[in-house]
C-alpha cells in the first residue's frame, strides 16, 4: 500500500495502528482542526509507505511488550517504523514523529544514520507500565556532538544526531554512540543538579544518574560505544 499526492485540504495529522493480526492495520488522516479527511483499513498488505506531506505522523504500538524499531528507509530521504512482526511504515514529507508504546513493557531502538524529508523532531511516548519501557538511540560512525538532557524521571531530549528528540513516561535510555571520536554531553535543569558517572567494563561505556536538590531522580543515561 503507498499513499501520495498533496491534498487540497493540508493534512495536520496521520495515524498507523497496527490491527488484530500481523498483516492488518488503519491509517488515519486528520486536518488542524481534528475533522477526518480520509481513513484506511488494510489486510494482507506489505509493507505500508506514506510520502503525503502532513505535519504530524503518529505510530502506535499494542498493549503487548513491543519492540519499536526506526530506522533508514528504501532510500536515505525515507524513515522506516516497524512495531514486532506488524507491517512496517515507510514515510517521509513529515515534520514530526510520535511513537507511542501503550501498555506494555516495550523496547524502542532509533538507528537511522539519515534524517527523512522534512522531519525536525522525533518524540517517544512509553506509556504504561511506568517502570520498564527503555529507548536506545544509536549515533553514527562519524564524529557527532550529542547531548543528552533530563528533565524528568521519565523524560528528557536528545540533540545532535538529525531530528531532536524527545522522551516522555520511559524509564530507560542508552546511547550507543557507534565509535568515531565522539563528544557526549549531559546538560541539566536549571538548578543545583547532583551527577554520579559510574564507569562500565571499559572505557567506551559507563552510566550517570542525576537528582536534582531537594528534589527526585531525574531520567538516568547509560552510554556504550563512546570512543
Known sequence: LTVTGTPTTAINSVTYTPGGNVEDGSLLYLNAAGAQLMSISFTDLEPVTDLVPAATLTINGTN?????????GSVATNGLVSIDGFESMEFSNKTSLILNGQAGSDTFNLNNPSTPAG??????????????????????TNADTINFLPTAADGGTITGLGPTITLATVEGVTINCQGG???????????????????????????VTARVTNGG??????YVGFD
Open 64 to 72: 503487548a511488550n513491543n519492540a519499536i524499531n526506526y530506522s533508514q
Open 119 to 140: 522531519l525536525t523532531g522525533i518524540t517517544v511516548n512509553g506509556g504504561d507500565p511506568t517502570a520498564s519501557d527503555t529507548v536506545v538511540v544509536n549515533g553514527t
Open 181 to 207: 571520536t565522539d563528544i557526549l554531553q549531559e546538560t541539566t535543569p536549571a538548578g543545583l543538579t547532583y551527577l554520579t558517572l559510574t564507569p562500565g567494563a571499559d572505557a567506551t561505556q559507563g552510566s
Open 217 to 222: 531522580p531525574l531520567l538516568p543515561m547509560n
